[in-house]
DNA sequence: ATGAAAGCGCTAACAG
DNA sequence: CTGTTAGCGCTTTCAT
């Protein structure tokens, strides 16, 4: 059916050698019989089978994205960035989709080596050790986006987030914010969150302020139950912050939106600061400050790092840490 | 490095014909050989190169899957079902981002076909001809999801947007809207929201009223163009209509916010319907009434018919149509 | 510079 | 029921 090196060979009167070694650049061949050889590949439209071809060497232009969640906005961004150049530079994309789940991130993992893939690119909300070491026994080159991938030694790219929430207690105190509530959807150790509030510290800390812990509040990190705690909050009578800070846009969007249903002026009253900068921050009323990421750039810069990887290129820096911003919206003052 | 079935056999003291055999369950094995083989697959931590198989099998567990937008919330939402099922299913999932070119989609087509994918799914925004006829020249299964998919010879999934909008057209008639503005970002036909329009039209026609084309604005399809038009639309002295109906809830929630922005009581001064039923539809206030699309099922049910076509069964539905629903929230009354 | 031949790991006749 | 053998399409020694 579909034209094979055989056939050019026939065609072009040659052995099956002599039209590998034309594709792939890999010994001299004569002008004439190169020449003679390429002006049948074009006119047959021969591909050579990279199926064929990887059983032979062993490796593929696959490249494994393993990801925690394919629908979640950020890791769309990320995975077109990851598409984009991998395609650029030839390569495949292989996804799995892991729900964030280790079992299954490791699962795919093993999946990923069975296939012989060219890298591995492992995206998890939180990584593991023991997802590491496997990817890292398998000796295929890999590269990380977590945000606690430089707690291992591996190669990795994405932002500073402990950093972002300094940037932003900074940016809160530098509005004259005094009492503040910080709202976080976990308080166990390494995730985003608790390295955002852990900026958020040191940014007090700096500026001589106490860090009351009874002001974090742990709030599971969607839009109604932020928008809940802040009714309770409001019918318990306490008296109301200068500021909320959210760690997810979501969640300062349910705050937004509790205050005005309780006609409590934003930002006037209240200063609200969201955190990623999704569609959302820019639709809701008042428009929301909050912190943007690359996340374009961090998928593309990854699998960037991944290929040069592949490719045999040493790399120096293990770990990239690309710039955050905070976006200024309506929310703050 | 790593075992192959040279290896199992040898260990097993049998052919690998026969390892092959208790693999595939292609033959009868007596049972001992059987037992003992299986034992040394699990021993060893066996498993077949899936390259090898590809290659003499002529047919990849891969399968090709062509989307306009990674990123897309709807598409995310689709590729959710396609993944999670194809992996249930065992085939892995190739991704293709198109950005919606046609060009692009053929690019892709064409690299599927030459890693002998077992099968295509293709989803675009708008289905072409020429798409259509390579994937099928190509013999490989194939199962579409596109709005357009039915106007061709093709296994499709989808909804019937046309049907949606003859719903919602009835809706708002039936909450006695005389004067409504419909907002679609492009008049091209063949397109979702062109579709949606038509479905409109039914109703009106069925109900005995005049569709007037002056209703129908053109308007790009994000929110801040759809803000723009309601400001001009205000600026400009011009009545206000009963409702507003846009083709996505990005527009429509632009829609609400310059109407909110003018102190114009949505819904009881003018009633608002999207189309999407995003997460935006929830936040936004008032929330909004839109159209909801059984996205990870239309995913999930088109991977499912795509591998019974790839194992061979007889399909004989060839285009699932699925449910959609009008949720109906504040912005409408 | 070119060709013949071996082999990557596996499946599927074919023979027994 | 089991083993032998011939490839799948390609790369890569090894000769020439």
Known sequence: M???????????????????????????VSNDIRVRVTEIIEA????PNP??????????????????DISNYKIGEILNGIEEIGKMYDYDILLC????????EIKYINLLINKQVAGILFVSWNLKQEAVDIITKSNIPSVYVSKNAKDFDVFSVGI???????????????????DIIFMSPDHTSQTINSLIIDGVRRAFKESGRVFEENKLKYIKADTISAYEFIM?????????????????DDMAAGVINALCDNNIDVPKTVSVVGYDNTRIANIIRPTLTTVEQPLYDIGAISIRILIKKVEGFEMKEKNITL?????ERQSSI
Not at 44 to 47: A, I, K, R
Not at 97 to 104: A, I, M, T, V
Request: aromatic share 8%; charged share 25%.
């Open 2 to 28: 579909s034209v094979t090196i055989k056939d050019v060979a026939k065609m072009a009167g040659v052995s099956i050698s002599t039209v590998s070694r034309v594709i792939n650049n890999s010994k001299p």
């Open 44 to 47: 047959t439209n021969y591909v």
């Open 51 to 68: 199926i064929a071809r990887s059983l032979v060497l062993k490796k593929s232009n696959f490249i494994g994205v393993i990801v925690p």
């Open 97 to 104: 989709n892991s729900y964030g789940e280790l079992k299954d």
């Open 160 to 178: 500073d987030h402990e950093r972002a929430g300094y940037d932003v207690g900074n940016y809160l105190i530098s509005k004259k914010n005094e």
């Open 232 to 248: 309770d909050y409001i019918k318990s009578g306490q008296e109301l912050p200068d500021a909320f800070f959210a760690t997810n």
């Open 323 to 327: 710039p955050h911003k905070i976006i």
